[in-house]
Nanobody, 131 residues
């Protein structure tokens, strides 16, 4: 059974930091996209960051949504099969449920930024930023 399990969410004051983790299990294949989406109350689910992995080479092609560029960093520990999202300088507008996503992708092109591009989702973790 494939699984994505997020952790690391919580409450923080504006300007603070959090690190989200996503543990992947049960997946096969060495070429894939992983990333983070978020959904705030009353809003559409939107991409936050994505990254491509080719097991024979490493991770590359990190993409960030405009609103998080320079504040968030996506990374992966392949040995631990864990994806991370380091979030700094958090703002109240970052309040949302954050979801980890994954899809198999043979070609080393940019990962999709639309939710329809991903067939595996975690259960989500809440991030609350107070002003």
């Amino acid at each position: 059974e494939v699984q994505l399990v997020e952790s690391g969410g919580g409450s923080v004051q504006a300007g603070g930091s959090l690190r989200l983790s996503c543990a992947a299990s049960g997946f096969t294949g060495s070429r894939y996209c992983m990333g983070w989406f978020r959904q705030a109350p009353g809003k559409e689910r939107e991409v936050v960051a994505t990254i491509y992995t080719d097991g024979g080479i490493g991770t590359f092609g990190a993409y960030y949504a405009n609103g998080v560029q320079g504040r968030f960093a996506i990374s992966q520990d392949s040995a631990k099969k864990t994806l991370y999202l380091q979030m700094s300088s958090l703002k109240p507008e970052d309040n949302a449920i954050y979801y980890c996503v994954r899809r198999r992708q043979a070609l080393a092109t940019m990962c999709p930024s639309d939710r329809s591009g991903y067939n595996y989702w975690g259960q989500g973790t809440q991030v609350t930023v107070s002003s």
